[in-house]
């Protein structure tokens, strides 16, 4: 791969990577009067944030495990932190939200956190698509598994039942490709009336909890796309002028990372789980000066590199495992197609191989997708309450006790 400007910059420290907008915020400051601690504790706490959103994502760039299950986890964890170290910052400036010229940034980003729920939804959707698939997988393996020392004779039946998981499994994945992102199947995983929270079985209920965020209790419809979805998460995110940092101490820095943040980390989503109309050409355009910026626009490089490789442009995700999935699937049905009885000892090699890299992709999947739900459900749980508080500190803003 070549080497990008992150690489060659990853061992730099912050300090030398020039001073901070914040710095210059403050020095004009300092030029213009004098500043009460309190005000300087704020400037600390943001600094802490853009350093902390810096190494967060400095650490997943530098991992070679890229679109795996446990780097969508590791992801999803820096996007709580960062999301969580952002709430506290809100609430402790909670007067300030609803005066220009914070108010439009605010609410431009309590906007795009309510089309981040649908990607939430549409990925719990994906995942539940790649359960069925993995449902398959170990079909296959339990027919052919040689396991108990190769004493057990692998017949015509076992190769039948495999060669229609087999096939199932093609179908279903050949399904989701056509369809971009959306099947028959998934489409009825979609309509499935469920929701992040408790299982309810009153409609009048789902509607009274849910208000006005449709998001909060039904998953994504037919004609929902991921890709329109990313572009309105986008749209108008530009970063804050010199003026407009120094007027909102800080803060309207803090917006940004934040929005730049959230879009990234829902583009990642859609980038490596199936959901409907998977769109990847999603612009970002992040000024190079904010160091956290760096190793987010190398890990958007390397996933469009990704993309574009031949064996992955009509997959119908870049997780690491789905790939897996249609390689040795795709190995497997070639060699139930070609068997012929008795086996030699040189197929029945072949085929414990097979069986032996299928089992290594279901037992990741069955020890990454639940964690994973649960991740994103919280993603979920933690947008809904930064958006309430952050909203009920404009109403405060606006109606001062």
């Given at each position: 791969m070549p080497t990008t400007e992150y690489q060659q910059g990853s061992s730099v420290s912050l300090a030398s990577l020039g001073r901070s907008i914040l710095s210059m915020r403050r020095d004009q400051i300092h030029a213009m009067d004098g500043i009460h601690d309190s005000s300087s504790a704020h400037d600390l706490e943001l600094d802490s944030f853009q350093k902390q959103v810096f190494d967060r994502f400095h650490d997943l760039a530098a991992s070679d495990d890229v679109l795996s299950l446990s780097w969508i986890r590791r992801l999803l964890d820096a996007f709580l932190s960062c999301q969580e170290d952002f709430?506290?910052?809100?609430?402790?400036?909670r007067m300030a939200l609803s005066r220009p010229p914070l108010d439009r940034p605010i609410a431009d980003f309590f906007d795009r956190s309510v089309k981040a729920l649908d990607?939430?939804?549409?990925?719990?959707?994906?995942?539940?698509?790649?359960?069925?698939?993995?449902?398959?997988l170990e079909i296959v393996v339990c027919a052919l598994d040689a396991g108990d020392g190769g004493r057990r004779p692998l017949g015509e039946g076992q190769f039948r039942r495999s060669k229609k998981a087999l096939t199932d499994l093609a179908i279903l994945m050949l399904d989701e490709k056509d369809a971009g992102g959306g099947s028959s199947s998934s489409s009825a995983i979609a309509h499935r009336n469920r929701s992040f929270g408790r299982n309810n079985t009153s409609k009048d209920h789902h509607h009274r909890s849910a208000g006005h965020f449709r998001s909060l209790s039904w998953s994504v419809s037919r004609a929902w796309s991921a890709a329109r979805q990313l572009q309105a998460i986008g749209n108008n995110l530009a970063p804050p002028k010199n003026n407009e940092i120094a007027?909102?101490?800080?803060?309207?820095?803090?917006?940004?990372?934040?929005s730049s943040?959230?879009?990234?980390v829902m583009w990642a989503l859609v980038a490596a789980i199936p959901c409907q109309?998977?769109?990847l050409h999603t612009h970002f355009s992040l000024p190079r000066q904010f160091p956290w910026a760096v190793p987010i626009l190398s890990l958007h490089e390397r996933i469009l590199e990704e993309s574009k490789k031949r064996e992955?442009?009509?997959?119908?995700?870049?997780?690491r495992e789905i790939y897996q999935i249609e390689r040795y699937s795709r190995h497997m049905t070639e060699?139930?197609?070609?068997?012929?009885f008795p086996l030699t000892e040189e197929r029945l090699s072949e085929v414990r191989q097979g069986v032996k890299e299928l089992r290594r992709v279901c037992d990741a999947l069955k020890e990454g997708l639940d964690p994973l739900e649960r991740l994103v459900r919280d993603a979920f749980h933690r947008i809904v309450r930064s958006r309430t508080e952050g909203l009920d500190g404009l109403g405060k803003g606006n109606n001062p006790e």
């Open positions: 709430r506290s910052i809100l609430f402790s400036r990607i939430c939804n549409a990925i719990r959707d994906g995942i539940e698509q790649i359960r069925q698939w993995q449902k398959h007027a909102t101490g800080g803060l309207a820095l803090a917006v940004f990372t934040m943040v959230l879009l990234f109309d998977r769109g992955r442009k009509s997959s119908s995700g870049l997780l060699l139930a197609d070609t068997v012929q």
